[in-house]
């Protein structure tokens, strides 16, 4: 993996991650675009440009980080369970469904689905949860399990919380918001699972490398969360569902 490889990769990390169109399926694309193999080295690189970009979260959101705010941090937790526990079991079976083939379809599907949560979307904003902190235990719950439905390459973590928390009442910000949060301890999780695996694989050329390409993804991702939630305030995820399918049917009618 070369340098530029290392921006490329960076900035499509930070630029999906918290977006609803499924960064590791763009990884994937991406990474076959560029020729660059999927080796223990270059899956471990991933992950931890990922995590770059979830640090960008601890920036954008300061205050949310301290021990006033410890009963948010519990249902950010539960909402982890499910998806730390199922991906934990069956790890090793989820890897295997890792192909360009799956991530086209499952970036239909999650644009159909998409279309068809706003289309019946509350519209009065009285009636939803525009807080984070005011999300309930139960509703942290449905959360996390929507968000297993992510270990299927292409649906992508951040759309499958946010129709989660959409479906229970959140407003589109409140759903934004909490899917940027509960990023912090799964792709914690990855990481350092990751990296206790694969830390000899990294010599000098590789640590450069790996230097760049966090770097990118973290200054990516910071600007696009504060973008992010500012389109929120004028759009809907109409957008999101939309780009999904034609990326989708693209990807089709490319690899047949």
């Given at each position: 993996?070369?340098?530029?490889?290392?921006?490329?990769?960076?900035?499509?990390?930070?630029?999906?991650?918290?977006?609803?169109?499924?960064?590791?399926?763009?990884?994937?694309?991406?990474?076959?675009?560029?020729?660059?193999?999927?080796?223990?080295?270059?899956?471990?690189?991933?992950?931890?440009?990922?995590?770059?970009?979830?640090?960008?979260?601890?920036?954008?959101?300061?205050?949310?980080?301290?021990?006033?705010?410890?009963?948010?941090?519990?249902?950010?937790?539960?909402?982890?369970?499910?998806?730390?526990?199922i991906?934990?079991?069956?790890?090793?079976?989820?890897?295997?469904?890792?192909?360009?083939?799956i991530v086209?379809?499952?970036?239909?599907?999650?644009?159909?689905?998409?279309?068809?949560?706003?289309?019946?979307?509350?519209?009065?904003?009285?009636?939803?949860?525009?807080?984070?902190?005011?999300?309930?235990?139960?509703?942290?719950?449905?959360?996390?399990?929507?968000?297993?439905?992510?270990?299927?390459?292409g649906?992508?973590?951040?759309?499958?919380?946010?129709?989660?928390?959409?479906?229970?009442?959140?407003?589109?910000?409140?759903?934004?918001?909490?899917?940027?949060?509960?990023?912090?301890?799964?792709?914690?999780?990855?990481?350092?699972?990751?990296?206790?695996?694969?830390?000899?694989?990294?010599?000098?050329?590789?640590?450069?490398?790996l230097?760049?390409?966090?770097?990118?993804?973290?200054?990516?991702?910071?600007?696009?969360?504060?973008?992010?939630?500012?389109?929120?305030?004028?759009?809907?995820?109409?957008?999101?569902?939309?780009?999904?399918?034609?990326?989708?049917?693209?990807?089709?009618?490319?690899?047949?």
């Amino acid at each position: 993996m070369t340098i530029f490889d290392s921006i490329i990769l960076g900035v499509i990390e930070g630029f999906t991650e918290f977006l609803p169109i499924s960064s590791t399926g763009h990884l994937i694309v991406a990474s076959e675009l560029l020729g660059i193999d999927q080796t223990n080295v270059t899956k471990a690189f991933e992950v931890i440009i990922q995590f770059a970009a979830i640090l960008a979260v601890v920036f954008n959101y300061k205050d949310k980080f301290s021990l006033q705010k410890i009963d948010l941090w519990v249902k950010v937790f539960l909402a982890f369970l499910p998806i730390g526990t199922i991906g934990y079991i069956f790890s090793h079976q989820i890897k295997e469904l890792f192909s360009v083939e799956i991530v086209a379809v499952m970036f239909i599907v999650g644009g159909v689905i998409f279309l068809i949560v706003e289309k019946f979307f509350i519209k009065d904003e009285s009636q939803l949860i525009n807080d984070v902190e005011k999300v309930t235990f139960k509703q942290s719950l449905v959360i996390g399990f929507a968000q297993v439905f992510a270990l299927i390459p292409g649906t992508s973590r951040a759309g499958s919380t946010i129709i989660g928390a959409l479906l229970v009442g959140l407003s589109r910000k409140a759903s934004a918001e909490f899917s940027f949060l509960l990023a912090m301890p799964v792709m914690s999780a990855v990481t350092a699972y990751d990296l206790l695996k694969h830390y000899h694989e990294f010599n000098d050329a590789h640590l450069v490398t790996l230097l760049v390409g966090f770097i990118v993804s973290f200054l990516v991702a910071y600007l696009t969360i504060k973008l992010f939630m500012a389109f929120l305030e004028k759009f809907t995820f109409v957008a999101f569902g939309v780009y999904r399918i034609i990326f989708g049917v693209i990807l089709l009618l490319l690899i047949n």
